[in-house]
């Protein structure tokens, strides 16, 4: 996606521009989440009975939204499905290379017997232990998305949040910079940079945190800059507070959702992509077990001797597919969607309200532009692209 | 306003470039050397140093580098010693192909069950399909496309081949039977983004005032669908729809991998093996140019479809 035009536009141009997705999923997530704007939170409530005692009106404080959150995340059932499916490969992947020689009699790098035999799951193309190798080679994939998404997601939320409380040329270098680094697919940077640097750890996490880095920018920018507006923070610039003060305590406590949100995506994309990059033989080199390079090791005999490759490719799936339904319940609950039937009708006309109210309700009325005035047709279609963006934000950046 | 954006692409462009060349500055070691291996004498090393310009101050490289891009000379192969034209001219080809079958089924297909999942929104296929296409878009494309090998081609079923054989001389769509399964890899990682926007995008359309018009109206659902709602949903969906063509140029990596199939995907791999910068520069400078102009095309459709925006440019 590239957002070339949108911080030097009016709010009512953003739907033209590739930018409006995810400028808008942000806001309208953040808003309906911690019910900020007045009238926003309010439509919200009364549309969904579900959520509405969730919307308490003391947000600034952060200490007794935590819990609610959490439970709303978990009250959906795609939730505790997405966890349960983390949690079984964590699980394997954590103990395993406890258990591996005592258990499975093999180490992961002894020879077991001749290549792509039988056995409980076989031997691989070299004829290691299968079962072995399997369970040694998780952690190292988990360690290293875990640091990429840390990476990113940090580096992302420091430079969304300094662009939208700055503002001006901070602003317009740091989303630039962004949006050329976001001209390049993530796989194809992180190749450019192993071609140069080499496939080494530290070289994966870093290039994969830092393509991570503009995509999290955006959508952090987008959350702060409906925050920036708010009351209390011109109440704490008022008495001095100094900036680093009001950003961990007046703003980061109120973009929880959208940041829990892309730290639940970029894991997702972050194992992907490193396990991506083992398979194309560019990440982890043998003979580390591991189950990316697993999969590229033992493709040839798929028909011979299956499990070196299905084994991984099922625990890869399994781990994606959960860290995706986590990401999408967090999304769902901070965006206030949290029943299936209903929300989503109200969230659209609490958005639309919120428009229309303008300056008044600062969650919704602010676009990434500062959008006093707005017509209320401009307000209208920004809000069709909050709902539709508010589902694809998780989503549709992907592969941006 | 398209002018405007037209520059701001020119200028992401220039941005890349000098981005994707500054990545030669950091490599270690010396290029002549990696060409003409450990053997070469001093004087054959200066000689081909001079004839790599690598004496030259690095922004004399770099506009030489880009001048070469514009006349369409992607500079020498590290490792062949050959020309990177005419190393990847065949790849091309064969890329595009592929490209053009994912995204000519996707599209529809993304498009058509986007719109049927949001008029049957909550219904159980509504549901199985929108739980089915967050399962596929979690899922990296070398996961879906060893699962399309094993259940179609190897263990379960044996009715494609699971590699691309073409011989010198002959083209990848000489066997069209071999383009199925990494066209059905490509088609299956980008659908479900398609589906997903167009489901909230049009539900969200549907439910707007113009929609309840026109069925207070007594207009036939289907008008009300195609008629009233879609072209509303054309502008967000365009973005999706061309993220997913912009992925599919990063995509077709590891799918080509995959499948062994000749295009630049499995160039920049091999590429990336030998270490060849020149190879992968130029890789990465034509799919950020794909990227970006699809990204641009997207930008003007969207303008075009909003009339308050296709206005706005003639004022």
């Given at each position: 996606m590239s957002a070339q035009d949108r911080t030097s536009h009016?709010?009512?141009q953003t739907r033209g521009t590739s930018a409006a997705s995810d400028v808008v999923v942000a806001e309208d997530a953040l808003a309906a989440g911690d019910g900020a704007g007045g009238g926003l939170g309010a439509a919200t409530g009364s549309g969904d009975?579900?959520?509405?005692?969730?919307?308490?009106?003391?947000?600034?404080?952060?200490?007794?939204?935590p819990a609610s959150f959490a439970r709303r995340v978990l009250s959906q059932p795609v939730a505790k499905l997405g966890f349960v499916l983390t949690g079984i490969v964590l699980v394997l992947a954590v103990l395993g290379p406890f258990v591996v020689p005592a258990w499975?009699?093999?180490?992961?790098?002894?020879?077991?017997?001749?290549?792509?035999q039988g056995g409980v799951f076989g031997t691989d193309?070299?004829?290691?232990d299968v079962l072995s190798r399997f369970l040694a080679g998780g952690w190292r994939l988990l360690l290293y998305s875990a640091l990429a998404t840390v990476l990113g997601v940090g580096l992302g939320a420091v430079l969304g949040m300094l662009a939208a409380f700055r503002g001006g040329w901070l602003d317009a270098l740091i989303m630039r910079c962004g949006d050329v680094l976001l001209a390049i697919p993530q796989l194809v940077f992180a190749l450019l940079a192993v071609t140069v640097l080499g496939p080494q750890g530290w070289v994966l996490v870093l290039v994969i945190g830092v393509t991570h880095a503009p995509r999290v920018a955006r959508v952090i920018r987008a959350a702060t800059a409906g925050v920036v507006a708010e009351d209390y923070v011109l109440a704490s610039q008022m008495y001095a507070v100094p900036q680093w003060k009001i950003l961990t305590r007046d703003v980061v406590p109120n973009i929880m959702g959208p940041l829990m949100v892309e730290v639940g995506l970029r894991l997702t994309y972050s194992i992907g992509a490193v396990a991506s990059l083992s398979f194309l033989g560019l990440g982890m080199q043998p003979p580390t077990p591991d189950w990316g390079l697993m999969i590229n090791e033992n493709r040839i005999a798929l028909s011979l001797q299956p499990w070196g490759v299905i084994l991984p490719v099922l625990a890869i799936a399994v781990l994606t597919v959960g860290t995706n339904l986590i990401a999408d319940a967090v999304a769902g609950a901070s965006a206030g969607r949290?029943?299936?039937?209903?929300p989503r009708r109200s969230r659209r006309r609490a958005a639309e309200q919120a428009a229309s109210n303008g300056a008044e309700s600062p969650a919704g009325g602010t676009?990434?532009?500062?959008?006093?005035?707005?017509?209320d047709g401009a307000g209208r279609s920004s809000s069709a692209d909050a709902a539709g963006a508010a589902d694809v934000g998780d989503t549709g950046e992907k592969r941006s | 306003m398209i002018l405007k954006r037209l520059g701001v692409s020119v200028f992401v462009l220039l941005a890349v470039s000098l981005l994707v060349f500054v990545f030669t500055l950091l490599l270690p070691g010396d290029p002549a050397q990696a060409i003409l291996g450990?053997?070469?004498t001093p004087e054959r090393l200066a000689a081909l140093r001079e004839q790599l310009q690598l004496n030259d101050p690095w922004y004399v490289r770099y506009l030489t580098w880009l001048g070469g891009l514009f006349v369409g000379n992607l500079g020498t192969s590290?490792?062949?010693?050959?020309s990177v034209n005419a190393l990847l001219a065949s790849k091309v080809s064969a890329s595009l192909v592929l490209m053009v079958i994912a995204a000519v089924i996707a599209i529809p297909v993304g498009l058509l069950l986007g719109t049927w999942s949001a008029m049957r929104q909550g219904r159980a296929s509504d549901q199985a399909l929108t739980g089915l296409s967050l399962v596929l878009a979690a899922l990296p494309e070398f996961v879906i496309g060893v699962v399309l090998t094993t259940l179609l081609?190897?263990?379960?079923?044996?009715?494609?081949?699971?590699v691309t054989m073409a011989a010198p001389?002959?083209?990848?769509?000489?066997?069209?039977?071999?383009l199925v399964l990494p066209s059905l890899t490509l088609i299956l990682v980008v659908v479900p983004y398609m589906i997903r926007m167009t489901r909230t995008t049009m539900i969200d359309v549907l439910d707007s005032g113009y929609v309840e018009m026109a069925r207070l109206k007594g207009l036939p659902e289907r008008q009300v669908v195609f008629k009233h709602a879609l072209p509303h949903a054309v502008g967000p969906v365009a973005q999706v729809v061309a993220m997913q063509l912009a992925w599919l140029a990063g995509g077709i990596v590891v799918v080509e991998f995959l499948f062994r199939y000749p295009g630049l995907g499995q160039a920049m791999v091999d590429a990336v093996n030998t270490r060849d910068v020149q190879v992968v520069q130029a890789l990465s400078m034509i799919i950020a140019a794909f990227y970006v102009v699809v990204n641009l095309i997207a930008d003007v459709i969207g303008i075009l479809a909003n009339p308050k925006l296709r206005t706005e440019s003639h004022s």
């Open positions: 009016p709010p009512r009975a579900g959520t509405a005692p969730d919307f308490d009106h003391s947000e600034s404080r952060g200490d007794a939204r499975t009699g093999h180490t992961p790098n002894s020879f077991a017997g001749k290549p792509f193309n070299l004829g290691r949290v029943a299936s039937t209903g676009g990434s532009a500062g959008g006093t005035g707005r017509a | 450990q053997q070469a590290a490792a062949t010693g050959g081609s190897t263990t379960v079923f044996r009715l494609l081949p699971s001389g002959t083209h990848v769509w000489d066997r069209p039977l071999q």
